[in-house]
């Protein structure tokens, strides 16, 4: 059971390059999140997935794409980076409860 | 303004010291509250939940007060492993938890 796993773990890119970002859980959960963190902001939210076949905006979309492939994996794009999108990225799941479950994280550089 | 502020610290205390971390919150519907806590280069991983009565878990204790819109949390006999950076979290409904920048602290021998 690897809970939550995510790929790419480091990546740099030069600005205009595009990526995605890979997360999968094998929690058979239905909601899923990417955040971004950056210091001194805390964890903010950029793109949710409630269940399969579903994706909202949290607080800070701009600039990224997502994809509930199914109901294991939910991918992050960044269509054309910027230096303004390096962060470390952490992938969430939930299940019934409150609790969610972070992967290992992404420390992704733009420059 | 932040929607959940905390102070960032760092806290540095000996081990066996108790230390105390308040975090405030803007929204005053907001529904859930958690501590998570953060070790260096790691995923945030749950600690506890805060209820409105209070609840404690070994030596940790957390409080709520919805009145004055802040939780704490309350380390007694801290240890060395106890060093790691705290998350305050508030979740507004299931799918918009906020959380704080975090109070680091370090657990001296």
């Known amino acids: 059971n690897a809970g939550v796993t995510q790929t790419p773990k480091f990546q740099v890119l030069k600005t205009g390059q595009s990526m995605t970002l890979q997360c999968a859980q094998d929690?058979?959960?239905?909601?899923m999140y990417w955040y971004r963190q950056d210091p001194g902001m805390g964890l903010r939210l950029i793109y949710y997935?409630?269940?399969?076949?579903?994706?909202d905006k949290g607080e800070v979309p701009n600039g990224y794409n997502v994809s509930r492939l199914n109901k294991r994996e939910f991918s992050l794009r960044l269509e054309s980076a910027a230096p303004s999108q390096t962060s470390v990225y952490f992938c969430?799941?939930?299940?019934?409860?409150?609790?969610?479950?972070f992967g290992p994280g992404t420390r992704l550089t733009v420059t | 303004r932040k929607e959940v502020e905390q102070d960032p610290g760092p806290f540095n205390v000996p081990e066996g010291a108790t230390v105390a971390f308040n975090c405030t919150y803007s929204?005053?519907?907001?529904?859930?509250f958690f501590w998570y806590r953060q070790d260096c280069r790691k995923e945030p991983k749950l600690l506890m939940s805060?209820?409105?009565s209070g609840n404690e878990d070994g030596r940790f204790t957390a409080q709520l007060n919805r009145a004055s819109q802040y939780i704490s949390l309350l380390i007694r006999d801290s240890k060395l492993s106890d060093s790691a950076t705290y998350l305050c979290?508030?979740?507004?409904?299931?799918?918009?938890?906020?959380f704080g920048a975090g109070t680091r602290l370090t657990v001296k021998p």
């Open positions: 929204n005053s519907a907001s529904q859930s």
């Open positions: 979290v508030v979740m507004n409904n299931n799918n918009d938890m906020r």
């Open positions: 805060v209820y409105s």
């Open positions: 929690m058979n959960h239905n909601s």
């Open positions: 969430a799941s939930r299940g019934q409860g409150y609790e969610q479950y």
């Open positions: 997935s409630a269940s399969e076949g579903t994706t």
